[in-house]
Nanobody, 124 residues
C-alpha cells in the first residue's frame, strides 16, 4: 500500500525552471529506489534519471545533463526533480516511480509504484 503523489508541473517559457516533487507514502517504512520518467505524445517512455537506495544518481538522458538535478529528502520522504533552462523538447508528461529493488534502473518494468504523472509544457 504505497502511494506516490506528484506536483509541480505546468506551463513555462523556454529558459524557465520548474521543480517537480514526488511524495511517497504508505504503511511501509522501507526506503525505495526512485526514478524519473517522461513520455511525449507518440514517443516511448524514457528514463530521465534514477536514484538508488544508497543515493547514487545515474542520468539516462544526455539532453538534460547539467540542466536537471534530482535529489532526495529522506526526512520528508520526497524526491525532487529540479529542471532548469527548460526547452520545448522537454515537453512531456513526467512520472516518478519507486522500486523495492531493481536490476536495470532505466527499465519501467522494474518499478512497482507510479505517480499519476504531471504535464510539463515548455513554450517558445
Amino acid at each position: 500500500q504505497v502511494q506516490l503523489v506528484e506536483s509541480g508541473g505546468g506551463l513555462v517559457q523556454a529558459g524557465g525552471s520548474l521543480r517537480l516533487s514526488c511524495v511517497v507514502s504508505g504503511r511501509t517504512s522501507s526506503n525505495y529506489a526512485m526514478g524519473w520518467f517522461r513520455q511525449a505524445p507518440g514517443k516511448e517512455r524514457e528514463c530521465v534519471v534514477a536514484i538508488s537506495r544508497g543515493g547514487g544518481i545515474t542520468s539516462y538522458t544526455d539532453s538534460v545533463k547539467g540542466r536537471f538535478i534530482t535529489s532526495r529528502d529522506s526526512a520528508k520522504n520526497t524526491v525532487y526533480l529540479r529542471m532548469n533552462n527548460l526547452k520545448p523538447e522537454d515537453t512531456a508528461v513526467y512520472y516518478c516511480a519507486a522500486a523495492d529493488t531493481y536490476y536495470s534502473a532505466s527499465n519501467p518494468d522494474e518499478y512497482s509504484y507510479w505517480g499519476q504523472g504531471t504535464q510539463v509544457t515548455v513554450s517558445s
